[in-house]
């Protein structure tokens, strides 16, 4: 079964900088377009990035655009989001996700890395 796992969250200051990443279990994941998501304490669950499955076209909220790169790297079944000048408000549980049949509709969860940013 096809799992994506998540790992690099961690705390940081503010302007600090951290890379998260997506690993997927299988190869045939390659061909989805994948999405990253945050969960702040108390809110909903967020857009935070997209990425084609051919790494050639990205999609930003307005919140991290600017300041987050996602990138994907087919050969190792990796997608990373390079978090820079992070904020207080960055704080939450960043999840991946493969897209479903329709725009930025989450299909496949992980279980989600922590990041906290602090003043």
């Known amino acids: 079964q096809a799992q994506l796992v998540e790992s690099g969250g961690g705390s940081v200051q503010t302007g600090g900088s951290l890379t998260l990443s997506c690993a997927a279990s299988?190869?045939?994941?390659?061909?989805?377009?994948i999405l990253w998501f945050r969960q702040a304490p108390g809110k909903e669950r967020e857009f935070v990035a997209r990425?084609?499955?051919?790494?050639?076209?990205?999609y930003y909220s307005d919140s991290v655009k600017g300041r987050f790169t996602i990138s994907r790297d087919n050969v190792e079944n990796t997608v990373y989001l390079q978090m820079d000048a992070l904020k207080p408000e960055d704080t939450a549980v960043y999840y991946c996700?493969?897209?479903?049949?329709?725009?930025?509709?989450?299909?496949?969860w992980g279980q989600g890395t922590r990041v906290t940013v602090s003043e």
């Open positions: 299988t190869r045939a994941l390659n061909t989805r377009a």
């Open positions: 990425i084609r499955w051919s790494g050639v076209g990205t």
């Open positions: 996700a493969t897209e479903g049949s329709t725009w930025l509709a989450p299909a496949l």
